[in-house]
């Protein structure tokens, strides 16, 4: 099964994707599909909500 955010980071330009989730093993796992989808060169960003507050700080988005 395919999440939400593949067809979204093959669409995007690299390193313009952030992913957030509070739960450490639904980053793990968006990781694997990641590899499995050959998007590692994408560089999306996965971010623990605990702490998104510092990843973002000088960050600014188009959309969320």
Excluded at 46 to 59: G, P, Q, S, T, Y
Aim: charged content about 35%; overall charge negative; cysteine-free.
């Amino acid at each position: 099964m395919e999440r939400y955010g593949i067809p979204i980071i093959r669409s995007l330009n690299t390193g313009h994707y952030w992913g957030v989730d509070v739960r450490a093993k639904v980053l793990e796992a968006a990781l694997d599909e990641l590899e499995e989808n050959k998007l590692q060169d994408k560089s999306p960003v996965l971010v623990l909500a605990d702490e998104m507050e510092e990843r973002i700080a000088d960050v600014q988005f188009d959309r969320v």
